[in-house]
């Protein structure tokens, strides 16, 4: 393991039972799961969506951001997602971790404390330097836009 990332419990998370920390599901894993830290189940009908809590806030790496992202069994046998996909947690950022989640499936779905919802990609993000020029230099595919490769 390269990189640290410091999580600190917040004391409503707590109550009545712990949540499990992030963790990487297999060995391969690139993302942490994340769990819904509700008191009382939460129902999400089709086209309703949620800021659902984790119970922690974080401490990512200088030059590091989380970004939350969707299930992707959860999405496929269930619609569930996650609306801003993805959501990016700042390095800088202390607050509670929650995730912004959309039903876009067909059913209701119920989320209960302890449950998977999401996932958490820790990656670098350089930084860089902003600098205005007159031109830019020309591409094969230019100023193509949407749909400008084909399928």
């Known amino acids: 393991m390269g990189v640290e990332l410091r999580i600190r419990r917040l004391p409503a998370a707590d109550a009545p039972d712990p949540l499990p920390l992030p963790t990487y599901a297999t060995a391969g894993a690139a993302g942490l799961d994340l769990c819904a830290a509700v008191r009382e189940p939460l129902t ?3 086209g309703a969506r949620a800021l659902v809590p984790t119970g922690f806030a974080l ?5 590091h951001e989380g970004q939350v992202r969707p299930r992707s069994g959860r999405a496929w046998r269930e619609g569930l997602t996650v609306l801003n996909t993805p959501g990016t947690v700042d390095e800088d950022y202390r607050g509670e971790v929650s995730v912004v989640l959309v039903n876009l499936g067909e059913a209701p779905v119920v989320l209960r404390r302890g449950d998977r919802i999401a996932q958490l990609v820790v990656v670098p993000v350089p930084r ?19 749909g400008h490769t084909g399928r």
């Open 44 to 46: 999400l009908s089709p």
């Open 59 to 63: 401490a990512l790496p200088a030059g």
């Open 128 to 146: 860089v330097a902003v600098r205005e020029v007159p031109a830019l230099e020309a591409t094969d595919r230019d100023a193509g836009g949407f």
